[in-house]
């Protein structure tokens, strides 16, 4: 069962989201990515920029997260004037199988927490427990599509945010 736009934004205001809509697939914009290519897979010469890596087990995993998610968006351009962006959200009931993606467009407010730790305010499926912790892995995109950024765990146990901004190319 689909849920609710006002649920999708009861999901995401924890974390300091402000739900302003869902897109239609005519509306999203094209990712700038290669064919057949996600975030991870990118290369430099897509446009790939990573930000430092953080281990799950840092004690400051949550504020480096934080500061390197943001970092990157202000630098990137990912934030417009009024600090919208796309966000890729699942629409899925939480006991069903199968996501529904679609995407939104947000707000950040002035109070916001993606960062992970013990436990944290973001819907399940943008994050996952490790042991005792809570990772955050989620993507988001400018509204205009110039710049995708992922947030992910890696298989060596540590999480960063991936931009991929072709126009940044030499």
Wanted: aromatic share 8%; charged share 25%; hydrophobic share 40%.
């Amino acid at each position: 069962m689909t849920i609710t736009d006002a649920e999708m934004a009861g999901l995401l205001a924890p974390g300091g989201f402000l739900f302003l809509r869902r897109l239609s697939e005519d509306e999203v914009p094209p990712a700038p990515l290669p064919p057949h290519h996600g975030p991870a897979n990118c290369l430099p010469e897509h446009g790939r920029i990573d930000s430092p890596v953080v281990d799950i087990d840092d004690p400051d995993l949550p504020a480096k997260v934080r500061e390197g998610w943001h970092g990157m968006a202000a630098e990137y351009g990912l934030l417009d004037d009024a600090r919208e962006f796309l966000l890729c959200v699942d629409y899925s009931d939480p006991e069903d199988v199968n996501s529904e993606w679609a995407w939104a467009r947000v707000r950040l407010l002035d109070e916001w927490d993606l960062g992970g730790g013990d436990d944290g305010p973001l819907p399940l499926w943008m994050r996952f427990y490790m042991g005792d912790r809570f990772v955050p892995e989620f993507t988001v995109m400018a509204l205009d599509g110039h710049v995708i950024m992922n947030t992910t765990l890696w298989g060596d146990g540590t999480v960063s945010t991936i931009v991929v901004c072709p126009s940044r190319l030499p």
